[in-house]
């Protein structure tokens, strides 16, 4: 009577198992980027601003759109541009003229939402410092910090 080879019974379960695993993380991944990803187009859907919208806003236009055909866009508007942002498709733009964003839809943005400090991974600078030193609210504690500083000559 032959023996089993503890081995071959050894590497197919073992095989079998390790199979397993990596089926289930990869579908635990695959369904969590998923899940994910709809949360994220949902959310962009519920929080794009309104045609009528005016004031500074984060303006997306389509991929690989060329800086040349933003500019001109942005001029088109009237609009000025405050900054760049880290995607050569996403820029901070500024108008107080009514109808703002429906004129960059019109010149060619996808859309446009309310700039957030922090999140709008502004370009020039290291990390979280030159995404700081954009925000209004940073300019504004400086200021007033400076204000409260005693001038050099006073300490003495």
Same mark, same amino acid.
């Given at each position: 009577m032959?023996?089993?080879?503890p ?5 197919? =379960?073992v095989? $079998?198992? %390790? ?11 695959? #369904? +969590?980027? !998923? ?47 405050? =900054?760049?942002? $880290?995607? %050569? ?11 703002? #964003? +429906?004129? !960059? ?50 300490? $003495?």
């Amino acid at each position: 009577m032959p023996t089993p080879n503890p081995t071959t019974s050894t590497t197919t =379960r073992v095989g $079998l198992t %390790s199979l397993s695993q990596t089926a289930v993380a990869f579908w635990t991944l695959t #369904v +969590g980027t !998923l899940v994910m990803l709809i949360l994220i187009a949902t959310l962009a859907a519920v929080t794009r601003l309104p045609d009528a919208t005016s004031g500074t806003v984060l303006a997306v236009f389509p991929p690989r759109t060329p800086t040349d055909d933003v500019f001109a866009a942005v001029d088109q508007t009237d609009a000025r541009i405050i =900054r760049a942002t $880290l995607f %050569s498709n996403a820029w901070i733009v500024e108008s107080q003229a009514p109808d703002f #964003v +429906g004129r !960059l839809r019109g010149a060619g943005a996808l859309a446009a939402w309310k700039p957030v400090s922090g999140v709008s991974f502004a370009v020039g600078g290291c990390g979280f410092g030159a995404i700081m030193s954009n925000d209004p609210a940073f300019d504004a504690a400086a200021q007033d910090i400076r204000r409260l500083q005693i001038p050099a000559e006073q300490s $003495l």
